[in-house]
């Protein structure tokens, strides 16, 4: 987003990190490994790294704190507005505070939505405190319906609600499933899946709010054995549940086995009840669409802790068709708009089993796909923050 705003070239502005996690080598406790993403993520735009509190931690809300005041910045950049990406660090919280105080205008690009399910004797300490937030917000830019009527839900106006879709490179997507197309048939063989296989697409990261094992419990239902042709699950990613995932599966290709393991599990009985199932393992940017491109179609099973769920983007920017839970924050707006039956309630295998079998045998046409989520590319979010600036004075940053 960043660098497709400074080549468009019309706003001036400075990104302000406070953590340089994924841009270089880190550990990630949920993919239980160390990486970075192999993309250049800090070229083409003006950025800096904010200083923030000693031992900060991404994950949680009080461990990552503003390490200096942003006063003198504001003055230095001639700063008009500042964008933050959520609230839930504290640190965004202490930028919109002193936004607030210095009179810079405030924008809010957030992922949470009112799909959220939050306990009873929560509800009122965060509706007070979300309140106290919002109130310092003057633009409130919505990636879908689900986050805009949240927003609505806390007293936001029509006047300050903008829509800046969530997205990814669309365009790179597209590009990198046109280019591993015609290596299907050798990437599903290299990964074990039967040539006639329809193949079930799991990729994240394997922890518990994204519910990878409804997937293998949906993948047993009887319903699904009236295909007339073999399933088989395909696991890209890392993580906690790796172990509980393999446990339940036969696996006939595992990427973080060594060779002698494959050819050992792959030897287990095929009617012990367990689906057929590949491990890719951990696949980077310029790797994950290999996986999109050996699938016939990908399932977002997740809890409403998935505010959006942006592999649902990547897939369908491949033409790849999508299933997903409705505690999804996409799945309104990128699966349901398509075809209703594409999604499934949280947490019922047997509903996920009905969409599976709808979706074999109607499959959404790629070139749909493609035109429905090129609603929500990065283009689309760049143009409405040209509209939003010079809504605004335009005159500084």
Known sequence: LWQALSKEGTIPFEVWYLSDHGARPGYDPQFGKSFSWDLDMLSG????FI?????????????????????????????????????????YWQAVRQAHRAGVEVWLRGESNDLAVTPVWKKPFKRLLLKQFFRRVDRFLYIGQANRRLYESYGARQEQLHPAPYCVDNERFARQAEQFLPQRGTIRRGWGIPEDAFCILFAGKFVQKKRPLDLIAAACDPLLKTLGRPLHLLFTGSGELGHSLRRNCRIAFDGESNDSCNSEIASDSDHDGRPSASFTGFLNQTEISKAYIAADCLVLPSDHRETWGLVVNEAMAGGLPCIASN???????????????????????????????????????????????????????????????RFSDGAGR
């Open 45 to 48: 735009y003006p950025y800096r």
């Open 51 to 91: 200083r923030t509190n000693k031992g900060a931690r991404l994950g949680r809300f009080e461990r990552l704190r503003l390490g200096e005041p942003l006063s003198k910045l504001f003055q230095e950049k001639k700063v008009n507005a500042i964008w933050v990406q959520g609230w839930q660090v504290l640190a």
């Open 327 to 389: 505690a999804c924050g996409c799945a309104e707006d990128l699966v349901a708009s398509l075809d209703p039956d594409l999604v499934f309630r949280t947490g019922n295998p047997a509903a996920l089993a009905k969409s599976l079998a709808h979706i074999a045998s109607h499959p959404p046409p790629p070139d749909v796909l493609k035109a429905r989520v090129k609603k929500f590319e990065v283009t689309v979010s760049v143009a409405a923050v040209n509209r939003l600036y």
